[in-house]
């Protein structure tokens, strides 16, 4: 295949084909893309179309549709929301179609760049002058379709047009959660697992009230879309540091309770598939996670239990305050500060862990930036203030938080037939940290990937234990961890039940907004 000047066939020849094609996917919009959809640009004679689809859920459908029409699903390719197919019609104009989900990466950069080069003529001519320069004989189609899509972005990109990604971001095992429980632990003379911060050992020096407060969901992201740079968190903002992974209440909370990483304590996710009971439970809740039923028998703390750091202080007066959810909690974060200021003003040495379900429990139902979540961030930015004025001398308040959120899109995954028939049972742990029991260990990591590799890195199960995250020799996990895990690395979220749909925000990924956390340091003496 050669690379020619701008031949205006080109654009009936789309015409042609999009004709035939809109006979059966008569609901979606089909686009002339790529260079020969743009007029003047030199190109190889392979006419692109586009079909564009609103979500990644109905590529399935769309499948069924386009091979009818001859036309072979490949899978997706290295732009985010693309997917090629093998065009088996030989009675058309040579072409290359590809199924596009709309706003992704895929669908965008060909937009602004079609509306770049006919506002700038010029781009035009020194794209064809380079593509005419560089390929003056035969050209690979591989080569060409890589080149190519270099070309578009590094051209947008000089201009400013950029698709946004997230950033993926690990767990820090010498800034993180954990260790600011090392501190405690060393605190209070007990052995620490993990490495302890400087900043937290010289809080807590010489303290005789200590008090750890979590604020689920809490994370870097979320304060700076929804708190005010002048808001009293920010002031005694010490700094930031990483939950764990997966970075889930779960995982993180438990890790914080017990100064324990998943793999010595076995609580990963929200939902953990149990083998023995042949039951996906919800480990907060010992409920079935598919039936929403309480499971005769079954206690979570029984089956993986968990001790807090607390219980091995010695001589200090160590409790817990929980919101209404458990016996005894607290209706509001002001009556649990109350609680705190009158612990503060006790004569014993004390140790308080303060766990808030906000902003998590609003993030998940209202999403990551409204006026609503501001409101909840201000009101416990100035409880925490009026705890700092009202507390008694010698105290140290750590605020943190177990994990950030961000907004996702669900993926349902009981679409996709050629993932679930592999499956021997539905999908555990977390909607973006997923584990899969599947029939096929050969076949299922290539049929998930040909939908997903954009979205998810995929793991075999030893692979990923050997990665270290849920901490060294995680084998009491590995019941849990299934054949396959997958982590996400943008903004989907894998459904398996109907109730996951309204959540609009959620956790457990691998990006900044998950993994990144505040850690607060407000002192009294």
């Known amino acids: 295949m050669k690379i020619s000047s701008y031949q205006p066939i080109w654009n009936d020849q789309f015409h042609s084909i999009a004709k035939y094609l809109q006979k059966t996917l008569s609901n979606c919009e089909i686009k002339h893309v790529g260079l020969t959809a743009i007029r003047g640009m030199a190109a190889c004679p392979i006419i692109d179309i586009h079909v564009v689809i609103p979500t990644i859920n109905e590529l399935p459908l769309m499948n069924d549709c386009l091979q009818i029409l001859d036309y072979l699903f490949i899978g997706n390719t290295k732009t985010i ?39 700038d003529l010029s781009l035009v001519i020194q794209c064809s002058n ?11 189609l591989s080569q060409y379709y890589e080149e190519t899509r270099i070309l578009m972005e590094t051209e947008l990109k000089n201009r400013g047009i950029q ?42 020096e010489g303290k005789q009230h200590v008090f750890l407060i979590l604020l689920d969901g809490m994370g870097i992201d979320i304060m700076e879309k929804n708190l005010p740079l002048d808001a009293y968190l920010w002031k005694y903002l010490r700094k930031q540091i990483t939950s764990i992974y997966p970075p889930t209440t779960v995982a993180a909370t438990t890790a914080v309770q017990t100064g324990l990483l998943p793999n010595e304590t076995g609580w990963i996710g929200w939902h953990q598939y149990f083998k023995a009971i042949d039951r996906d439970v919800i480990l907060f809740r010992n409920e079935d996670y598919y039936t929403d039923e309480v499971i005769p028998g079954v206690d979570t703390q029984v089956l993986l239990p968990t001790t807090p750091i607390y219980q091995h202080f010695k001589g200090v007066q160590a409790q817990t305050l929980w919101p209404s959810f458990r016996p005894d909690g607290f209706h509001t974060f002001h009556d649990m500060i109350d609680r705190a200021i009158e612990i503060s003003h006790t004569s014993e040495e004390t140790y308080t862990y303060l766990y808030w379900n906000e902003p998590d429990a609003s993030l998940h139902e209202l999403g990551c930036q409204n006026d609503d979540i501001r409101s909840i961030l201000s009101n416990l930015s100035d409880e925490v203030e009026r705890f700092k004025e009202y507390c008694g001398s010698k105290s140290t308040i750590i605020v943190v938080a177990d994990h950030g959120l961000v907004d996702v899109l669900p993926i349902y995954i009981n679409r996709f037939k050629d993932i679930t028939d592999l499956l021997t049972t539905r999908p555990s742990l977390e909607g973006r940290s997923t584990v899969f029991f599947v029939k096929d260990k050969q076949t299922f990591p290539q049929v998930f990937r040909r939908y997903f590799s954009n979205y998810f890195d995929l793991y075999a199960c030893e692979t990923f234990m050997a990665t270290g995250l849920l901490g060294d020799h995680p084998e009491k996990c590995k019941p849990f961890l299934g054949d396959f895990i997958a982590l996400a690395k943008d903004k989907y979220t894998l459904c398996a039940k109907v109730k996951e749909e309204c959540f609009i925000a959620t956790h457990a990924g691998q990006t900044r907004g998950e993994m990144l956390v505040p850690l607060i340091i407000i002192e009294k003496d």
Not at 192 to 202: F, G, I, Y
């Open 81 to 119: 929301g693309e997917y090629n197919y093998q065009n088996n019609n030989l009675d058309f104009p040579n072409h290359h179609l590809s199924v596009v989900i709309a706003g992704e990466e895929a669908d965008f950069y060909q937009t602004r760049f079609q509306q770049c080069c006919q506002d």
């Open 130 to 140: 380079h593509l005419l320069s560089t390929y003056p004989g035969e050209v690979i």
């Open 163 to 204: 698709a946004m990604r997230h950033q993926i971001m690990w767990p820090d095992f010498n800034n993180s959660l954990m260790n600011v429980t090392s501190s405690i632990q060393k605190h209070y003379q007990v052995k620490p697992l993990s490495s302890t911060l400087d900043c937290v050992d010289e809080a807590l």
